[in-house]
Nanobody, 124 residues
Framework: ERRLVESGGGLVQAGGSLRLSCAAS????????IGWFRQAPGKEREFVAA????????YYADSVKGRFTISRDNAKNTVYLQMNSLKPEDTAVYYC?????????????????WGQGTQVTVSS
């Protein structure tokens, strides 16, 4: 059974940092690119960042470029999202998922399954 467990969210002041983790199980983790996505209240889920299966390639949404860094540790079946210079508009529930099609797209195809996400709240 595929499982994705996000953690590391919390409440932080604007300008602060958080590091999110995504622990995966139930599938061949290093066969897949992995992406981070977020959903703010009243908005649709949006793409944030993705990393290739090997970790050698990444891409980001323009809104987070230069502030967020995605990385992965295939030995631990875990992907990370380092978030710096956080802004109130980064407030959202953050999710991870496998990118199974559409590398480079802002709307890549993912598993249908989604984890519970982790809440990030940035106060002004």
């Amino acid at each position: 059974e595929r499982r994705l467990v996000e953690s590391g969210g919390g409440l932080v002041q604007a300008g602060g940092s958080l590091r999110l983790s995504c622990a995966a199980s139930g599938f061949r983790f290093d066969d897949y690119a992995i992406g981070w996505f977020r959903q703010a209240p009243g908005k649709e889920r949006e793409f944030v960042a993705a990393i290739s299966w090997s970790g050698s390639s990444t891409y980001y949404a323009d809104s987070v470029k230069g502030r967020f860094t995605i990385s992965r540790d295939n030995a631990k079946n875990t992907v990370y999202l380092q978030m710096n210079s956080l802004k109130p508009e980064d407030t959202a529930v953050y999710y991870c998922n496998a990118v199974i099609r559409g590398w480079g797209s802002l709307e890549p195809k993912t598993f249908d399954y989604w984890g519970q996400g982790t809440q990030v709240t940035v106060s002004s």
